[in-house]
């Protein structure tokens, strides 16, 4: 077999495949159209890294999950329901957290190590939907300016029943 005859064969086999991918996914029942947005964020002029970013609509019949991470660039492709690229129209709170631990769990091989201590490192405020300062009006054509979610800490996390 030559090198063409190989090529069609490929190329014959992928075609299917790539018919079945198709650009525009299925939504569930009653999804609304979604609309792709990328937000940045930043913390003291920086990129935010590794944040989850989280959107909680201010219709209250809303029942939709929206959000992602943040890249090294601070830049974060929102999702439906963890999957579905874009968010519906609306107006959202956006909350943001960033975790961080110091310490390692004990294991057989470390039985004495103290228990790790685990640390937001974006104001708490902020993950939080009824007090974060942050909030965005997602419309077809609008453009999105960074959202700064102010001075880096390291605010330690209670253990749950502390």
């Given at each position: 077999?030559?090198?063409?005859?190989?090529?069609?064969?490929?190329?014959?086999?992928?075609?299917?495949?790539?018919?079945?991918?198709?650009?525009?996914?299925?939504?569930?029942?009653?999804?609304?159209?979604?609309?792709?947005?990328?937000?940045?964020?930043?913390?003291?002029?920086?990129?935010?890294?590794e944040a989850n970013v989280s959107l909680f609509s201010e219709d209250?019949?809303?029942?939709?999950?929206?959000?992602?991470?943040?890249?090294?660039?601070?830049?974060?492709?929102?999702?439906?329901?963890?999957?579905?690229i874009g968010a519906p129209e609306g107006t959202y709170k956006i909350c943001v957290k960033k975790f961080m631990r110091e310490g390692a769990l004990q294991t057989l091989d470390n039985p004495g190590a103290p228990p790790p201590k685990d640390y937001n490192l974006v104001e708490s405020r902020y993950g939080q939907q009824n007090n974060t300062p942050l909030s965005i009006v997602i419309k077809t054509g609008n453009k999105y300016e960074p959202f700064d979610v102010g001075q880096a800490v390291k605010e330690q996390l209670k253990a749950p029943g502390m």
């Amino acid at each position: 077999m030559n090198i063409f005859s190989r090529s069609l064969v490929v190329l014959l086999g992928w075609t299917p495949l790539l018919g079945m991918t198709g650009c525009s996914e299925k939504l569930p029942d009653g999804m609304p159209k979604l609309i792709k947005v990328t937000l940045t964020l930043t913390q003291e002029g920086q990129p935010l890294s590794e944040a989850n970013v989280s959107l909680f609509s201010e219709d209250p019949s809303f029942k939709w999950t929206i959000g992602g991470t943040t890249d090294a660039k601070g830049a974060v492709v929102l999702k439906t329901h963890g999957q579905y690229i874009g968010a519906p129209e609306g107006t959202y709170k956006i909350c943001v957290k960033k975790f961080m631990r110091e310490g390692a769990l004990q294991t057989l091989d470390n039985p004495g190590a103290p228990p790790p201590k685990d640390y937001n490192l974006v104001e708490s405020r902020y993950g939080q939907q009824n007090n974060t300062p942050l909030s965005i009006v997602i419309k077809t054509g609008n453009k999105y300016e960074p959202f700064d979610v102010g001075q880096a800490v390291k605010e330690q996390l209670k253990a749950p029943g502390m």
